[in-house]
Nanobody, 117 residues
Framework: QVQLVESGGGLVQAGGSLRLSCAAS????????MKWYRQAPGKQRELVAS?????RLSYANSVKGRFTISRTVNTVNLQMNTLKPEDTAVYYC?????????????WGQGTQVTVSS
């Protein structure tokens, strides 16, 4: 079994910064891509940023230039700067993990980010 545990959410004023972290543990052979998603109330979950094992990065247009994704072998971080009220959402960590001979998709429990105006 594989677990993803997120930390670092909270309440911040507009223009401020937060850093989210996600640590994967369990029966992990290899992690390919790691991603951050978010879901605001009444909206669909959206992909915020992703990073592959080879270091290829991708960002949603709405966060380019403000958010930075990084990772070690089994952790992924999201540095969020110049936060806006529209960044308010529950943020979820996602990882594609090779475990037990198969590649599976795992999710964290989510962490709340609230940006006040």
């Amino acid at each position: 079994q594989v677990q993803l545990v997120e930390s670092g959410g909270g309440l911040v004023q507009a223009g401020g910064s937060l850093r989210l972290s996600c640590a994967a543990s369990g029966r992990i052979i290899f992690i390919t891509s790691m991603k951050w998603y978010r879901q605001a109330p009444g909206k669909q979950r959206e992909l915020v940023a992703s990073i592959t094992s080879g270091g290829r990065l991708s960002y949603a247009n709405s966060v380019k230039g403000r958010f930075t994704i990084s990772r070690t072998v089994n952790t992924v971080n999201l540095q969020m700067n110049t936060l806006k009220p529209e960044d308010t959402a529950v943020y979820y960590c996602n990882a594609d993990v090779m475990s037990g001979g198969s590649l599976n998709d795992y999710w964290g429990q989510g962490t709340q980010v609230t940006v006040s105006s």
